[in-house]
């Protein structure tokens, strides 16, 4: 039996039975949607899959003709996706709290992947989909949007109601992967990319924004409420910056991982990056180029 949830609990699930396929995908649109470096997607049978509690809560987006994100609206953490139209569930993994015993076969949308981020694994790598997806897959990605003003580094959601830029360079950019960061991008770990309030601008969308933070933690996260994609929140005078949701090449690449005693049985870990069990004692001096 595997159980997951959202971030904020109100929303979980079971599946009884087996995770038959896992897959990273680090297509645009996943990326922006997830606000990470790529998304692991594990598929179930439809009748191994229970939803526990608040299925009638789960809010979708529209992001193509043929397909929805569903999401949670009060924590933003990505969903299941179940349909009579879906052969499959397809399980977003980071929401997963067990060992699902399934490891991820291959990579999807590889020529899509975000000039930040490296695979480090020897799995299979698809510029699109696989030739044996079958000649209907669609491929669908979102626009390209570039920043207002010349030089700064740009992000935006997924639907484009939220838009942002930022002077640089950028202060930091780790990736975390403690069980919070997961289950708040729904994905095998969070990239964060910290920057200057002074240098950091709202274009758009600063009022459609839900921020939420986990009862009795500091842990928080805010989310564009009409497409569910994470976006940048504020804390100890410093923006931090969900990396997924750039626009543009920020020039700058994770440094660290941080409780990697904490990742998913199923993650790969950049061991080129330092690595920490936990958080203390990472905390170098912060970047500070002219």
């Not at 480090?120 to 390209?144: K, N, S």
């Not at 709202?202 to 989310?223: H, I, S």
Request: aromatic content about 8%.
């Amino acid at each position: 039996m595997l159980t997951g949830s959202c971030l904020c609990g109100d929303i979980a699930f079971e599946i009884d039975g087996p995770v038959d396929m896992a897959a990273h995908c680090h297509c645009s649109m996943c990326r922006k949607f997830h606000g990470s470096a790529f998304a692991t997607f594990g598929t179930a049978a439809p009748e191994d899959f229970r939803w526990v509690r608040g299925a009638e809560g789960v809010r979708r987006y529209q992001s193509s003709a043929r397909g929805s994100r569903p999401f949670c609206p009060r924590c933003g953490s990505t969903v299941p996706a179940t349909g009579e139209n879906l052969p499959s569930v397809l399980v977003p993994m980071g929401n997963v709290a067990e060992d699902p015993g399934t490891r991820p076969g291959l990579h999807l949308f590889a020529r899509s992947m975000a000039p930040w981020h490296t695979i480090v694994d020897d799995l299979p790598q698809h510029e699109t989909y696989p030739a044996e997806f079958g000649p209907d897959a669609i491929v669908v990605e979102r626009p390209v949007r570039v920043p207002r003003t010349r030089g700064a580094i740009g992000g935006s959601c997924l639907c484009g109601a939220v838009a942002f830029e930022f002077d640089g360079p950028p202060l930091r950019m780790y990736n975390c992967h403690c069980s919070r960061c997961r289950r708040t991008v729904s994905a095998a770990y969070q990239t964060v990319l910290r920057a200057r309030r002074s240098g950091f601008r709202w274009l758009a969308g600063a009022d459609n924004m839900t921020r939420y933070q986990l009862p009795g933690t500091r842990f928080e996260c805010a989310f564009c409420r009409t497409c569910g994609s994470r976006t940048p929140w504020e804390r100890e005078g410093q923006v931090c910056v969900p990396a997924g949701c750039l626009d543009t090449d920020p020039g700058e690449r994770p440094g660290d991982n941080i409780f990697t005693d904490s990742r998913a049985s199923w993650t790969v870990v950049d061991e080129s990056l330092e690595t920490w069990p936990e958080a203390a004692g990472w905390k170098r001096p912060q970047t500070n180029r002219p």
